[in-house]
């Protein structure tokens, strides 16, 4: 009797549970392959850099290919979408990178101190600056924010503090969401239907251009402020009226210093978002070319006001103002990134601690 | 008899002047944005009716208002369709990139990059658009009309300057590109991680996984979020204003000629300083159309965040 003893071919395990894979460096190496080919086109053959974009996201759809001979139909799907998600999200970065980078390299070029200190009054050509502008938006912004915080904050806590859920505060909710969805054009049109009831055809004031900012503002702050106070635990309220403190000392001197840091995050992105407004200030506020510091009277310059300006109404020669344009849109695009920046630091230092 | 039974002892809380005025400062407050709402809508009717029915004559278009506010209608519309059908894709799969195919901790970074991009001032896009993405374009939307020009959309001339509604509505595509990736970004998020994991468990690939988990949970919060970017567009003015190449009353579908229809904001931003008289009510009352439409369809996307707010409450 002989007996055959078949030693079973030798198994492998991880083959046998995930099938045939690509190696593990496959998709990195073809990535960096891509890379080096398109840097190499786009240093020795003069392609230009969206071609060499292109060319990347070319070479990298060989992945989902050879994944579809090596490792079938599924695999390959889940590859080629990998790559598209992938490459949406650079096609995203492309408009950001390519704005601050025309921005800042077109609009360096005027910046200095004369830029800043003198206006455009009996400017002709080269010089001049952007000061009236410059004022007029600090003036302008500074009103909408004195008319909108106070409003924003009370709504907010009249919503979180007072309400109740009652039919009143359904309403201001949904119709705080309209006002989100108000058009800036929209609110020029508004501030300057107001204003014309009480001053005539025509008027031009810097407080209309507050007044419109405000009519955009006034909803964001009221939106941040009430996810704030909601933020606000309970118990702290509780245990204020345990001490026998009244309502408004409660929400005044607990509950609004606990949400403080969230509110001025607001508030500073709020201002952030209406400083860069222009249809509505075109509308109400117009353009001129000295300084007003009134905001009561006549027109008043503002920055994208001005950039938008110098951009349309050019003069001759045009280059001079076309570069003032870049300038001012400089200025601004820092004054917002600035305003944004203070909003993340505000609420990255003095949110309060112990309840995460 | 001592006066045990006196009513004022029924009172279980003292009011303070302090409460009174506080409470009644943050209701008026709350009124006053109804009253604000009220408003807009009022004082735009005042002021826009009469540009309703202005006669022809009176203003400077020649045109009575119907056939003068409907070729800007419909310039709005293209301009804000177009910019949504090339936002949305790209907006899915940017925030399907930040929740789910970046490295987590890298997520909240590259949130803040495009972030980034709705902070920037629309008159700065305006300039990128006339200065950077317009001249870029140009040779594209030759290559379109030589290749493609049996297509109604891009039936030409190209125009040299590349100052079109298609140029335009990538301009707006970008700058709803954040609003909607912040609220697709949030709502992929929010899907139960049990039902990612019962999906990738059973064996299904990333990509699967995506298809069969999140996007069933996230569909509503999706569409709402393209409703929303839809609104921003049709009321975004500057960008449209500075790049657009506008020859007025133009109604057609060619996209890369540079005769172009209008939108709404863009013409009144274009038409406000030298208007006078009738002219303005007629800007006003298309104001109003506008405010209008972008009402609804804000309307809309509210309704459907709501629908879905109801049937999460259940998972």
Known sequence: MTTTTKTP??????????????????????????????AALYLLAGVNIMMAALIVFAISLLLPIWSAVVEGRRKATDRLVTVLVTSSFVLAMFPLFSILYTVIDKGTKVLGVDFFTFSMRNVVGEGGGIYHALAGTLLITGAATLISVPIGMFTAIYLVEYSDGNRLSRWIRFLVDVMTGIPSIVAGLFAYALFVLFFGEGVRMGIGGSVALSVLMIPVVVRSTEEMLKLVPNE????????GVPKWRTVSKVVLPTALAGIVTGITLAIARVIGETAPLLIIAGATDSVNFN????????????????QRNPGVPPEFSIDRAWGAALTLLLIVMLLNLIARLVSYFFSPKGER | MTSTLDPRRKRSTVVRPGDRIFSGLSTSAGILILVVLAGVAAFLTIEGVPGVLASPDE??????????????????????????????????????????????????VLGYLIDLLAAVPSVVYGLWGIGFLAPHMAPIYQWLEDNLGFIPLFAGPASATGRTILTASIVLAVMILPIMTAICREIFLQTPRLHEEAALALGATRWEMARMAIFPYARSGIVSAAMLGLGRALGETLAVA?????????????????????????????SFGEASGKTVNVLIASGLVLFVITFLVNFAARAIVDRRKEFSGAN
């Open chain 1, 9 to 38: 071919p030798p198994v492998d395990v991880h083959r046998e549970l995930y099938g045939a894979q690509l190696p593990i460096w496959g998709p990195r190496v073809l990535l960096g392959g891509a890379v080096v080919v398109a």
């Open chain 1, 236 to 243: 702290l309220r509780e245990a204020s009226y345990a001490l």
């Open chain 1, 295 to 310: 905001l009561f009277d006549g027109r008043m310059a503002s920055l994208p006001v001005f950039a938008y300006a110098s």
């Open chain 2, 59 to 108: 203003v400077k278009s020649g045109q009575s208002f119907l056939p003068y506010v409907w070729p800007l209608v419909f310039g709005t519309l293209l301009a804000a369709t177009i910019a949504l059908i090339l936002a949305v894709p790209v907006a899915i799969g940017v925030a399907l990139f930040i929740s789910h195919y970046s490295p987590r901790k890298l997520g909240q």
């Open chain 2, 242 to 270: 500075m790049v657009l190449s506008v020859s007025v009353g133009t109604v057609s579908p060619n996209l890369i000629s540079s005769t172009n229809p209008s939108t709404i904001a863009a013409n009144i931003a274009l």
